[in-house]
């Protein structure tokens, strides 16, 4: 079963934005929260943002103050605001549960450059 369905990447230029998107499925959505992670060319997976079933939300220093997570439960959907985005922000983006082993989405690419 797919749990996580990551949309919304693109090529965009420094300073531009970008939306994705993380649609969970209805079994896990208002039970778990949900890590986005970024995975820059080369180099491995790490989670950047953390938000729980109740809106908690927590972020890594590298995209704070230009990245908000928040959820949509009427469309069982995450979201990522991303703001201000720079070269080092380019990579594959995936989310999961942040807590429990599940498949993951195949992500969406994200690459940022002029």
């Known amino acids: 079963q797919v749990h996580f369905a990551e949309s919304g990447g693109g090529l965009v230029q420094p300073g531009g934005s970008l939306r994705l998107s993380c649609l969970v499925s209805?079994?896990?959505?208002?039970?778990?929260?949900i890590n986005w992670w970024r995975q820059p060319p080369g180099r491995q997976r790490k989670v950047i943002v953390s938000?729980?079933?109740?809106?908690?939300?927590s972020y890594d220093d590298s995209v704070k103050g230009r990245f908000t997570a928040f959820r949509d439960t009427s469309k069982n959907t995450v979201y990522l605001q991303m703001d201000n985005l720079t070269p080092a922000d380019t990579g594959v983006y995936y989310c999961?549960?942040?807590?429990?082993?599940?498949?993951w989405g195949q992500g969406t690419q994200v690459t940022v450059s002029s």
């Open positions: 999961n549960a942040m807590t429990g082993t599940w498949s």
């Open positions: 209805e079994r896990l959505f208002r039970n778990v929260g």
């Open positions: 938000i729980t079933a109740h809106d908690i939300d």
